[in-house]
Every structure is written in C-alpha cells, then in structure tokens.
C-alpha cells in the first residue's frame, strides 16, 4: 500500500536530507535537464506558443470565474449521456462515495489510472480499510506502489527512483499482488517495461471495476478528458463495467474547443513531446462501448476556500504539467519528497497551503518559503501562474498567521531598523567589519546558518552614504499592503461543517460566493487562424517522429499496402470493425474477424487490427477516432498488439484548432499519437507498454 | 544632464566601493551625480519575506527620498537590479486598493534606472572607455533577467570592455541560490545551488564573475571563499569603471 506524507518534516529539514542522496540528485538532475530541453525544443517550435499562454490563461481564469455555472452545466450534460454525477465537499466524503459505489458491485480489486487527486484524499488507503484493492496501472505509480514509495514529481513520479531499483522492486514484490517478474529480469528499461505489461495486463483483461482521475471535465458536452502515454488510462476507462471517475471541480473547461489550446499547452509542457501517445474523450456511456455504469465525482476538498482568495486562485488554473518543476533550481537539488505533499515543486509551494490534504501546519507554513523567487516557474507555466508573486503573498499569510519564530521576527525588525537610514547603516557597517574581524566559524540563528557555507564579508566599516543620523520623518503614512483575504494560513474561515445542506448545494454556495466578484477575461482566438500547410509532407514527418510506421497509396492500391502494414500478421487472426469497407481487406490472406462484441481475452488474441479513423493533426501527427464507422468500438483498437490505421488525405487537418473545429464535440473519442509508450524509467523513452505496440499508418493520396 | 544614486543597502554597508565606481563611471561619461544623504532601504528584504507592515513602511519613507531627489536631478540610477524591481514592481503588488499609492509607484518607476539600464537606454553609450583584460562570467541575476529584463545590455556592455573576454555559460539563467532570507531559512539548499553555478563558472574558464546585483555576488563569493574556490567576484560597475584593469579596493 502507498504511504501518505503524513509526518513529513516541514521544508528546511526534510530539504537538507535529501541533499544527502547522491543517486537522487543524479536521477534528478538528468531528469529534469532532459524534459527542459525536451520542452523548451517543441515550445520554441511553435511560433505562436506565447499567444497559447496567454489564451491556456484566459480559458482557465474564465473557467474558474463561472465555476459553479460549469459545473451545473456539465452536471447536467454528463447525466443526459448516462453518466452518475455525485458530490464531495471533503476527503472523507468523497472515499465514502467512491468506497460505497465500488463495495456496491462487490468487487474487492480495482484497476486505478494515475490521479493525484485520489492521493491528496487518500484514497487507496480508504479503499484498503474496507477490503478493497487498487491497483496502480500507470508504470510509476505502479512502482510507488509496489515499494511502498511516496510520489516524487506530478508527472514521472518515480523519477528518483533508478532501472536498477525499479528491477529489485519488481522482482520482490510482483508476486505478492499478480503476476511475478521473469526470474531473468535486468534493469533494461524495455524489459522492466515488458514486465509490467505482462504483470498488468492480466488485471486489465479481468478488471471489472476501474477508478480515474481526470485532466479535464468539459461543461459543455459533459465530457471527461484523460491524458496519458502507456495505454494503462484507455484500459481503465474502456474495459471494466463500472467506471468510477473522482475530479477536482476546477479541473472544468467551458467549451470542447477549449481544447484546442490546452492539448496544444499539455503535452509539450509536461513531457516535451508535441502531443502525448494518447487522449481519451469520454462522453457518457455507449451501447456495446466502455463500461456500463459510470460515475463522475466532483470534489471540492478545500478548493472552493483557494477559489475565494483572488490572487490565491491562480494556483487553480494549474493543468497539472510539471514544467515549473523541471525548471525550478530548487526541486532539482532536492526532489520531490521534500515538498511534504503529493503535490511538490513550485505548484506544491502554492497549492499545498491552500487546499485541505495537509494536517501539518508547520509544513504548510516552510512551503512558500521552500523558494529563491527566481521566477523560472512563472517563464515555464503555460497559464501564466504568477507563482513568485503567489509565494511572497503567502508568506505574509504565514506572517500574519504568527507562524514564524520569534527569533525571525526579531531579527527582521533589528535588520529592518538598522538600515533604514544612512546613519544606522554606517553603525551597521562598522559593525559588521567588527564580526568579520573575529573570523567566526560558527553562530547562533541566522549568522550561523551562513556560516555554515559560507565566510562572512570583510566591509571596510565605512559605508558610502554618509548623511543624518535623524531619521527622516514620512511625509505621508504608508500604503496598507492587500488586505482581501482574511484567511489565516493552514486554517479555513469558514469549514464545511458536516450541515444538513446536501454537498452539492454546499459546494455550489460556496463557489458563488467565491467568485462573486470575479470576472471572465476575454479569450484571444487569433491562434486560430489558418495557414498555408502541406498537410500529408508535414503529417507523414510527424508521425515518423513518434516512430510509427507510416505509408502512402493511392486509392486502388489501398489493399496491397494494408496487407504491406501487417507483415507477418497478414496471414494471421485479424480484427475488423463489422463496418470496414469490404475492399480494404481484399488481399489479406489471414483470418479476418468481425468485432462481434468479442470478450477481452478474445481480443488480445487477435494478431492485428484494422480500422479507419475521423481525422488527423499534421502538427503533432496525431489521428483522432470518434469510434463511427470504420473504427469499431474503444476496446478493438486498444488490446490487439497491432494497428493498422488508414486515414485519407483530405482528413487531414493543418493543425489541432482545424482539427476539433470539424469534430463533433459530444463523442467519444481516441487520440492516437504513435505507439503506446513510457519515461517513467529514467526518462528513458521505451515504446511499446498497454496499447499497441506496433503503430502502422496508411495515407491514401 | 544630472542624477541621483540610490545606492542600496547591501552595496551601502557591505560593498561601498562599488557606489563609488558607478559615481566614477557616470562621471567620466559626462553625467552629474549626487548621492542623496537621506537614503534607506527600499524594503525589499520585508516585503518578499512576508513582513508586508515594515516593508511598505521602508518604503514609503524610500518614495519619500527618491521624490525629493527628483526635484534636484533628471533620474534616479541604482547599481542593483533588485532594488530596481522593488521600487519598480514590487512595492505596486504588495498594495491593493490604494490608487495614490500605486500612481506615485507608476510615476518614479518611469525616472528610476538600473545601471545598465541607464547606460544603454539613456545616456546611449555601449562602449564605456573600460579596460579589463580578464576572462569573465556574466552571472545573470533572476532580478535582472526575470523582474525587469534587461536583456543583453550588461554583455553588450562588457563586451566593449577593451581586453574583457566573456566565457561562454550554459545554462548561465539558472539561479545562485540567494533567494534573499532563503539562504539562511534554507542554507543547504542555497549552497547546493551556488555550488552548482561555481562550479559552471569554474568549467567555463573564468577569473572573474560579474553580476548586476551585489546580492547575489556576496552569496556566490562568501560560497566560494570557504570553498577555497579560485575566482574573483566584481559588479559591473567595478568593471566598467576599471581603466587598468584592476578592482579598486575590491575582491
């Protein structure tokens, strides 16, 4: 079972630690050096990345303004396409809900995507108190789980964790839970991939009930939006008959075409790649498609009380990436465990205080100071999170809240007045060429935490200003700093006491109030504007990139290069959606095989798969299947090992705003953007884990 | 054309020499100085600590200082690119609410220059008659990049330094772990990161690290002093006052 950071130390001492471990600093820095390169090559590609920005802001700010609007309105369109939507004000409740809806099916083992959210609640360890499992599908969540590990980074959670770990962790404790590691396991990451697949996969095949979490909630069609590289989140999300789906209310986004902006924003920020190896869209529930049952719960656990402070909830517009992390000098020396929370680095610094998950005031209290203000964060963040500004506000938070020491609070005022004008300065001048004098190794408090490193200057004594030693009276009283919050840190104004009010009402109160005074900005869509492109040349490079294979054809030679695709597949046990034109697979000498609701276990016996899709994204190479005709239901392209995709010239769009321009924003849909893979492994980038390994691509010209 | 030097605190106690190489500087080029014998600290340490109370009162008596010598000279100039954004940005976001405030924030932040600002922008000079003829590490500050940007000027600048040889510096933005209180409240973490940037200084063949902020520079030096790591440390004023190559009076 996971271990929470119940206990943590706050910042400084759990900083300094860390400092202590060499292979985590090494991990960390090779990490974080090669997504920032990764990120700054694919952001740098994009010449219009800074409007994305400014427009990823605007969306989420005005998302945020109208909350509760969003909320009803996704409430409201996620029930009329069959989804169940429920309500958490809090942790507690939220387990509750999510254990009472699993215990209801009787199953005592889940299949879990990635989802800090579910950390910051607790989830697992809920679940594991009424006899329920969850087991971790994502590679590295997987790894924490097995290891019993805390989660040291938003998006590679394992990253201090190195291949050799990762194989001693398989082959210790895979046995315990399913499937043991091959007796011959080494530290490869293709190997250490194909280990959790195997270990995996079984699970998936007989998971009856599965838990998500979510990127995105879209109000206006109700949908989900799940973001994710293995295949492990596809198989959560289409294979079980129940799907339970826990979000924060601010995970919300007005409109599908919203869209278009952030999946721009998302995956190069987060893994430096133009587009993530898959995107799952689900609207509500299908006939013979995906689970059976699906529940949606909204929870708020603290969010509503950020909501309500206005410089605060700009940490809300957070899309979970990571890039302030990988740039952030700090986070690289010390990693993630040191943040205390499931949500480190700079984000952490800024979400942590305000949410609910932490218990420890002390640690929420070091945490915005766990900073240098260097504002790489703020350069990295695609919506424009003013994270200094943020940090220094919650300072005065944990000032004002009298959590700072006694001696800080003295030292502060004597520093304060000793160099408020020239003459104290002068005093403080000779008074430091005096300590400097003594060469002193060591001191009390905050001299002897410089000293610790570092030497003491050698001033001459005299200062440069030489004036008055009268202090210079004002000739006006000082500004009143912000003053428009009254939220003591650590401390909520107002709980969600457990009333009779029903959570739903709670939440939605609460978030009017908050955002009374809040207003939308207005949303600059001039990133919409089209260019001349030549699609195919610019859609075959880029699906090269991802290292699935691609051809062309003309029409009439369709056939031939489909039976090309498949290799030796060709003569083996081949799926088809019951809608695939007849011709595609006129030369195809194996057995072709209707998708007749076939049973998972039937499915991942089929060698290969042919489907067509709905469109394609030359920028990111991506094609993008709305399961209508000629592209089966979720599952068919999802559990064969091979893919064989046909898209047609004129399907193919410039980039993504073309794209979902000409999508119909109320289906459900998969984005493919080359084969299944993983970094998860020392960011080593291995292919081929959950979804096909083997990607093959054929533009009819 | 005439202006006032608003020192800064850690220059004015720790690191005199340097004010007096941007007088020597400014001078040679032609520009009148006068040091205002009222001046403080603009509050820099309170306010990104959390201490919002003492350090609007810093300043508020600070715009009082730099009002005045704005009746008596045409700008402010301050050899510190964190001052600088205090005055300029962050004495406007620790205050909501107070308009009178925040115009005569927005009023001086159009008359107070950092240096290099000043030189570049205002008296329009890239060669300033220095000579230093060592291998030198430009260190850019976060204040300086991030908070108010500026840019290439300090290269631009030292590059006309006759004999001056600016070492190339990967990744030369990442910060030197001063962080103002952060280097006491977390002085292993600090000095982990200073570590790392003297150490770039040191592969990248420097003698000499320069930096637009005496902060950051007595954090990487003091590091490098009990380090027993061989480089010299100089702002760029020292720099580009040098004539002969040498820093006068400094390390």
């Known amino acids: 079972m996971t271990r929470t ?3 943590a130390d706050p910042f400084p001492t759990a900083a300094s630690r860390a400092l202590g471990d060499d292979q985590l600093r090494r991990n960390l820095a090779r990490a974080t050096t090669t997504i920032r390169t990764k990120r700054g090559k694919v952001a740098g590609e994009l010449a219009n990345w800074e409007d994305l920005r400014a427009a990823g802001e605007a969306i989420r700010t005005s998302a945020l303004a109208h909350l509760g609007d969003y909320l009803e309105q996704f409430e409201a369109n996620a029930s009329a396409a069959g989804g169940q939507v429920h309500w958490a004000r809090d942790a507690a409740e939220a387990n509750r809900i999510v254990t009472g809806l699993v215990s209801a099916t009787g199953v005592d083992d889940v299949v879990k995507v990635k989802s800090i959210l579910t950390a910051e609640l607790g989830l697992n360890q809920a679940l594991e108190s009424a006899g329920i499992r969850a087991s971790e599908t994502d590679l590295a969540e997987l790894i924490v789980q097995l290891a019993d590990d805390l989660p040291s980074h938003i998006v590679v959670p394992a990253i201090h964790r190195s291949r050799t770990e990762i194989r001693d962790i398989f082959l210790d404790q895979m046995h315990r839970v399913g499937l043991p590691a091959p007796a011959n396991l080494t530290d490869d990451p293709p190997m250490l991939a194909a280990a959790a697949r195997a270990h995996l996969r079984s699970k998936f095949l007989r998971a009856r009930v599965g838990i998500s979490g979510g990127n995105f909630l879209i109000a206006e069609t109700g949908s989900l939006v799940i973001v994710e590289s293995e295949g492990n989140g596809r198989m959560c999300l289409t294979l079980p008959e129940t799907l339970i789906s826990v979000v924060g209310i601010e995970k919300i986004v007005p409109t599908f075409r919203d869209l278009d902006v952030l999946l721009q924003l998302l995956p190069r920020s987060a893994t430096g790649e133009r587009m993530n190896p898959y995107t799952s869209i689900v609207h509500g529930t299908r006939d013979g498609d995906g689970p ?59 979400l942590t205080p305000q949410l609910d998950h ?33 940090l220094v506000r919650l300072r005065s938070d944990v000032v004002d809240a009298n959590l700072t020491t006694t001696a800080e609070k003295a030292a502060m005022t004597v520093a304060g007045a000793s160099l408020s004008d020239p003459g104290r300065m002068a005093f403080a001048s000779r008074l430091a060429a005096l300590a400097a004098r003594l060469r002193p190794r060591r001191a009390p408090g905050a001299a002897g935490a410089w000293l610790r490193h570092r030497t003491l200057p050698r001033p001459t004594g005299r200062a440069f200003v030489t004036g008055r030693t009268r202090r210079t009276p004002t000739s006006s009283a000082p500004p009143h700093p912000i003053v428009d919050h009254t939220r003591p840190l650590g401390l909520r104004t107002s709980p969600m006491s457990a009333s009779a009010t029903d959570s739903r009402t709670s939440i939605l109160t609460r978030v009017a109030a908050a955002t009374a005074t ?9 990133y919409r504007a089209p260019r001349e492109s030549d699609v195919v040349k610019l859609f075959i490079e880029r699906v090269s990139d991802y290292r699935a294979s691609v051809r062309t054809c003309d029409e009439a030679s369709l056939p031939n290069a489909v039976t090309e695709a498949l290799g030796s597949h060709a003569s083996g046990r081949i799926g088809i959606p019951s809608d695939l034109p007849e011709q595609v697979t006129s030369k195809v000498p ?14 991942d016996g089929l060698d290969a798969v042919i489907t067509t899709c709905r ?3 030359a920028e990111s190479g991506t094609v993008i299947l709305d399961h209508g005709p000629g592209q089966g239901r979720r599952a068919l392209t999802l559990v064969p090992d091979h893919h064989v995709l046909i898209v047609a010239a004129d399907q193919i769009h410039d980039r993504l705003p073309d794209a979902l321009a000409a999508l119909d924003p109320t289906t459900t849909q998969t984005w493919i953007s080359g084969p299944s893979a993983t970094s998860d492994i020392e960011l080593d980038r291995v292919e081929g884990v959950h979804g096909p390994r083997t990607l093959d691509i054929i533009v009819i010209i | 054309m005439r202006v006032a030097l608003f020192v800064g605190c850690v220059t004015n106690v720790l690191f005199p020499t340097t004010a007096a190489s941007t007088v020597r500087l400014l001078e040679r080029l032609g520009v009148d100085v006068i040091v205002p014998d009222d001046q403080g600290c603009c509050g820099q340490m309170q306010l990104n600590s959390g201490y919002r109370d003492a350090g609007l009162a810093r300043a508020a008596v600070t715009a009082d200082v730099l009002e005045r010598a704005l009746t008596k000279a045409d700008a402010v100039v301050v050899p510190s690119a964190s001052c600088t954004a205090t005055i300029r940005r962050g004495w406007a976001e620790a205050v909501s609410g107070d308009p009178a405030w925040h115009a005569r924030v ?8 950092e240096l290099t600002e000043f030189l570049i922008d205002v008296v329009g000079v890239v060669d300033v008659g220095a000579r230093f003829p060592h291998r030198v590490a430009y260190h850019p500050t976060c204040h300086s990049l991030r908070e108010i940007g500026l840019g290439e000027r300090p290269e631009r600048l030292l590059s006309a330094v006759d004999g001056l040889e600016l070492v190339d510096l990967p990744d030369a933005d990442r910060c030197c772990g001063f962080g103002g209180l952060f280097s006491l409240k977390n002085t292993d973490v600090s000095a982990a990161m200073g570590d790392a940037r003297l150490a770039a200084f040191a592969a990248a063949g420097a003698e000499v690290v320069v930096a637009a902020d005496r902060s950051c520079l007595v954090h990487l030096q003091s590091l490098a002093e009990h380090r027993h790591t061989p480089l010299a440390f100089a702002h760029i004023a020292d720099v580009l006052a040098s004539t002969d190559g040498t820093l006068e009076g400094t390390v």
Not at chain 1, 305 to 313: E, I, N, Q, T
């Open chain 1, 5 to 7: 950071f119940d206990g």
């Open chain 1, 292 to 350: 059976r049952t699906w529940h949606i719960v909204l929870v708020d656990n603290g969010r509503s009380s950020a909501l309500a402070d206005p410089v605060g909830s700009q940490a809300l517009r957070c899309i979970r990436c990571a890039a302030c992390l990988n740039v952030c000098p700090v986070y690289e020396q010390v990693g993630g465990h040191a943040y205390g929370s499931v949500y480190p680095g700079p984000i952490g610094a800024i």
């Open chain 1, 358 to 390: 932490i218990t420890s005031v002390g640690v929420a209290a070091s945490l915005p100071f766990a900073s240098t203000l260097c504002g790489a964060c703020r350069d990295a963040c695609p919506v424009r999170i003013d994270i200094p500004r943020l």
């Open chain 1, 518 to 526: 809040q207003t939308a900005p207005t949303i600059d869509r001039s």
């Open chain 1, 590 to 603: 194996g057995d072709l095989v209707v998708d007749d609701q076939l049973s998972a276990d039937q499915l």
């Open chain 1, 615 to 617: 469109s394609a994204v």
């Open chain 2, 106 to 113: 927005a009023r001086l932040a159009g008359s107070v220059h």
